[in-house]
């Protein structure tokens, strides 16, 4: 029987297929927490890396950003996690790890590394160190559109096969002004091989209202697809208050996963105490605090 993330162990987290995955999650009912994390960044705290911080403040997924799978740098982590595999057990949490399909001109602007790319090369590098879900998205100024990121969703699910859970999409514009996420692009992301969507929550991107991302959701869910809900446009160093209000809208839409962005003080992790109060918000103080302490041995 399939446990619920919301209340899994590790051990019993750590062996499961794509597939259970998703099922977990679903019976999970919205009460899963994504942190997303600057690799590169200095820790906000000194002798433990932010990726430790975002998993004891309650995240079940820690998604990296600016992660490198050929390098594989995570700043402030012991220089034996040279995995996304030991990551996993050395955490306890679900990893995730962004892939943007920045045209090359642009990658190079912004000073993207290769592999920071959505490629296939990349994809099967971090599918064999141990990832559980690649998100194919992208960054501020990436000028990456939907259909980019539909064609390198495609491309890497005809490649990897079923040996992970793949999250397309955008928690912002990415540079791309003049397009929106509708019906049409959800049903292309799901014929294209995609687990799920990314929106952004709602009130964090001028025009997303509670009832927009309620119409993308159930779009979503016809075709069984999960969705999570971002905060990736600097809300997520706002006060505890906002935060809570953006969980409950999450909430109230039927996001399935409640992810939280990494710039809280600067571009690194989010606030520690909002990571808890979005997921106190969702799921109440029982989960998130046995989530927080529970030991990664059990």
Known sequence: ????????????????SREELVESIKLSEGRTIAAE???TAPSLIDKVSNVELAAAFGADIIILNFYDVVTKHIVNLPEDIDSLRKLRDFLGRIIGVNLEPVKKDIAEKLGYTAGRLATVENAQIAVEDGVDIIVITANPM???SLRDISAALREIRDNVGDNVLILAGKMHLAGVYAEKLT???IQEFANN???????????????TTLDFCRSLVEKAHEHGLLVMSCIGNSQEGADEETIRKIAFLGKMAGADIHHIGDSGYSSSVAQPENIMAYSIAIRGKRHTFRRMSQSILR
């Open 1 to 16: 029987m399939i446990p619920r993330l919301v209340d899994a162990p590790w051990s019993k987290i750590r062996n499961m």
């Open 37 to 39: 994390v600057v690799v």
């Open 142 to 144: 990436a000028k990456v």
């Open 183 to 185: 019906s049409n692009v």
């Open 193 to 207: 091989g995609a687990d799920g969507i990314l929106i952004p929550a709602p009130g964090t991107i001028p025009g």
